[in-house]
């Protein structure tokens, strides 16, 4: 072996000298692993980078409707590390979060995350006011404040199992295109509230009750946004749904066909749908109300009563 092989192999890619190469390509490494496996959940993920650093996040990932400002941190295995810092600039952005990635020095592959963020939609956590400082003494031996910067105990981060339930934490958990993209437009339009205001139009007992239900959502641009031409398209593809022998069983397919059916139908004026037509759009509003209680979790709460709206913010199952 020639002199720079050795030099090569014996080469310390965990030292100080090289932190800013190896925090970039353990980024490069979260961005492909996560692109793989949102291609493979049939989502399209989009990568943007801020033209300059200290704006308090280091990536943006944007995908299933959900626009995610990242800071990442990285850990050697078998680091002591008890917190991190956080800019407090990442308070600002409305799905800020944080992933600590902890690697393998032998491979540089990442062996465990760790998350601190909320759900989808919702801002950073509290941080705390613990002013982070400064890791070198300046030259009168004292290590100043940073005070854009707040330290954040280790114990505050969830340990996640698996790169795919990292995915679930940024952007919620696999779902079709058309339920990713009604729920973005919820969260778009009613903010944090969104479950409180679909869950105050679920008294629903059948098609003439559904209209407010079947507008929280604008139909015509989901449909849009899945590159349907229009919805007369829509329609025919949906055209007898749902009936007992084709359920519907996609919460974002059977949202937008109820607020196409009702936008049909009112064009259609003074005419009205009869008999079997009547009992299918029936069908079809009773199946919308038992898709958004299953996506919201109140079947299987047991706190339903809970709340001004039956169900707890506190609920795992309801949050």
Request: net charge neutral.
């Amino acid at each position: 072996m020639s002199y720079f092989s050795d030099q090569i192999a014996s080469c310390d890619v965990t030292g100080p000298a090289l932190s800013t190469q190896r925090e970039r390509l353990l980024e490069h490494r979260l961005v492909s692993d996560l692109a793989e496996l949102m291609l493979r959940r049939g989502v399209e993920m989009d990568v943007m980078r801020g033209e300059f650093d200290g704006h308090g996040h280091d990536v943006v990932f944007q995908a299933a409707g959900v626009l995610r400002h990242v800071q990442l941190k990285a850990m050697i295995l078998g680091g002591k590390r008890s917190n991190v810092s956080i800019n407090v600039r990442l308070r600002s952005q409305p799905s800020g979060c944080v992933v600590w990635m902890t690697y393998d020095p032998a491979t540089l592959k990442v062996v465990e995350y760790r998350w601190f963020g909320g759900e989808p939609a919702e801002p950073l956590p509290d941080i705390g006011n613990s002013i982070t400082r400064h890791s070198k003494a300046n030259m009168n031996l004292q290590k100043t404040q940073r005070i854009g910067h707040r330290d954040v105990a280790k114990s505050r981060f969830d340990k996640v199992a698996s790169l795919d339930a990292l995915a679930d934490r940024l952007f919620g958990p696999a779902r079709s295109p058309a339920t990713s993209h009604v729920l973005a437009q919820l969260r778009e339009r009613f903010g944090l509230e969104w479950r409180s205001r679909v869950h105050e139009s679920l008294g629903v007992t059948g098609w003439e009750d559904s209209v407010e239900l079947a507008h929280l959502i604008d139909g015509y641009r989901v449909i849009e946004q899945l590159c349907v031409p229009d919805f007369n398209d829509w329609l025919e593809t949906h055209a007898g749904w749902p009936s007992a022998s084709t359920p519907a069983q996609d919460l974002g397919e059977a949202w937008t066909t109820l607020f196409i059916e009702h936008r049909r139908w009112r064009t259609a004026s003074p005419y009205e749908p009869q008999d079997d037509e009547r009992q299918r759009l029936d069908r079809l509003a009773a199946t919308v109300r038992r898709l958004i209680e299953s996506e919201l979790g109140l079947a299987a709460c047991p706190l339903k009563s809970a709340g001004p709206f039956g169900f707890s913010r506190n609920c795992l199952c309801c949050s």
